[in-house]
């Protein structure tokens, strides 16, 4: 779900389809910042996104069940996150060509196993304003290096056959484990 934060968008489409994501399904929350031209530039440079228009305020928690309901059998892996919310495991720095796929590979190899993993809870870190006063030119991942300490709380990437249900926590089926 975005309003006015198509700025950020571009960074966010390339760096998630660096390290594994395939599909992009962006909920319009009735921007007014040229996401439509944004959308039309990142499917024109080969990056598969897709738009919804989505104007009703207050209803996060309804987009991601519409979603969760309308793309099914079109995803196995699903995450909603933030324009400003980048999937990052500090093992990728170790060798950054590595970190290519890596998200997708870590999944893939979730739902080979025997495990029954129905959720990855990825911990998350919440970056201030890094005493800028407009939003900076290098992007979010350059920009914003001003960090909480403390972890506040997780993100999901859910297996789609393992949804019970989508609100602001997600719950998994029986038999199987986050």
């Known amino acids: 779900m975005v309003f006015n934060t198509a700025k950020f968008m571009k960074e966010w489409i390339i760096y998630h389809s660096h390290v594994g994501v395939d599909e992009f399904f962006i909920y319009d929350n009735n921007n007014e910042d040229h996401l439509e031209e944004l959308i039309t530039e990142s499917v024109q440079s080969g990056y598969n996104v897709s738009r919804r228009l989505w104007p009703w305020a207050k209803t996060q928690e309804a ?15 699903v995450m909603f996150t933030d324009i400003d919310e980048f999937v990052f495991s500090h093992g990728w720095l170790q060798d950054p060509v590595a970190s290519s796929n890596a998200l997708k590979i870590m999944l893939l190899n979730k739902t080979s196993s025997s495990n029954r993993v129905g959720q990855v809870s990825m911990k998350c870190r919440n970056f201030g304003a890094s005493n800028l006063k407009e939003h900076p030119v290098a992007g979010v991942t350059q920009g ?5 300490r403390e972890e506040r709380c997780h993100k999901p990437i859910m297996l789609f056959g393992g949804i019970l249900s989508v609100f602001d926590e997600c719950c998994t089926s029986l038999g199987a484990r986050a």
């Open 63 to 77: 987009g991601f069940a519409h979603y969760s309901l309308a793309a099914a059998n079109k995803c196995i892996w």
């Open 144 to 148: 914003y290096t001003c960090r909480e």
